[in-house]
């Protein structure tokens, strides 16, 4: 693990069991991130996104592999310095209104954390929060208001702020912007970027969305039925992406300009079921480029040049 590596995913594995039947939701599962990176994990609706999540917080335990995080196992972590962990790593929810008591005020929802870790003092708690709140454009005169008195980007802007009150170093941002308009989503995203240059956050940043990932993030990881398929810095993958899954994801991406008509490919059949994944290659029975081999051999997640990761017989 080198200096400038934040957290490291080794082999991570995670099952459940549904009506007796064993669900790999993540399976073998290794990628890294440095500090100051902004890592994004994209694939569709189940591939296993929010599993990586819970996992990297250890709100899922795992059933193999590890989480390596600034040189320590978080499986492993004793309760004092799991304390520590939480304080350092917090998470940015798709709903806000779903992750906030709407019984309370927003100055004692944000300061809550400060609260349990016991820091400061009432007062020394209260100029905490009001910072914060200014930090990411909420008048500190809404201190006292309620979550269901906001509009807009603002519930998500508490959202934020709240993730901050512990001075974290890494936040991950799960489906952040997806609920909200497209000018509120730039608004949102510019905050994140501004905040990460003035804080040096590090961010796993979870999305559907590829245009807005190609506009925050350095690095993206792409996911499919519980593995990653390709991982390359961000302008690498979008002008050039190796893997099939990859290139289709692409294609299906808007255009902007209503005048222009896309052209894509139709990607066969629907995801199979984790339940009964297909064998060797995951993505095997709806590549328009399948092979022999993809139905007999797993392909592993190989480096090739410049940092690209890709698990496809087609490069391998």
């Known amino acids: 693990m080198s200096m400038d590596t934040l957290s490291e995913v080794e082999d991570l594995q995670v099952e459940f069991f549904l009506d007796r039947a064993k ?20 694939g569709e609706s189940g591939c296993g996104k929010t599993t990586v999540r819970k996992l990297l917080l250890r709100l899922e335990e795992p059933t ?4 390596i995080y600034e040189g320590e196992n978080v499986y492993a972590m004793k309760q004092e310095n799991l304390k520590k962990f939480r304080k350092k790593a917090q998470v940015v929810f ?21 609260a349990i870790h016991k820091i400061g003092t009432q007062r020394d708690r209260r100029e905490r929060v009001t910072h914060l709140m200014e930090l990411v454009g909420l008048n ?20 934020i702020t709240r993730a901050l009150a512990l001075d974290p170093e890494f936040i991950i941002a799960d489906e952040t912007v997806s609920a909200l308009d497209v000018s509120i ?12 240059e003035k804080l040096g956050l590090t961010y796993l940043f979870i999305s559907h969305d590829l245009s807005v990932v190609r506009y925050i993030c350095k690095r993206v990881a792409v996911m499919y039925l519980g593995k990653l398929v390709e991982i390359a810095d961000t302008e690498v ?10 290139s289709l994801l692409m294609e299906a991406i808007p255009l902007p300009d209503p005048s222009q008509r896309a052209e894509f490919s139709v990607v066969k059949g629907e995801v199979p079921s984790p339940i009964n994944p297909p064998p060797a290659c995951r993505f095997h029975p709806r590549c328009p480029e ?6 007999e051999v797993e392909p592993e997640l190989v480096q090739k040049q410049n940092g690209h990761h890709i698990a496809c017989h087609l490069h391998n």
């Open 94 to 114: 798709q709903d806000p209104y779903g992750s906030l008591d709407t019984k309370w005020k927003i100055g004692t929802i944000i300061g809550e954390a400060l």
């Open 237 to 246: 993958l979008f002008s050039a992406p190796l893997h099939p899954y990859t």
């Open 64 to 67: 193999e592999g590890k989480v």
């Open 185 to 196: 989503q730039a608004q949102v995203l510019n905050l994140l970027i501004d905040l990460q």
């Open 290 to 295: 399948v092979m022999d081999v993809c139905r």
């Open 140 to 159: 500190k005169a809404c201190y006292n208001r309620h979550p269901h008195e906001f509009s807009g980007g603002q519930p998500q802007r508490i959202g």
């Open 23 to 42: 669900v790999l939701a993540v399976d073998g599962v290794n990628f890294k991130l440095d500090k100051d990176d902004t890592l994004g994990l994209v």
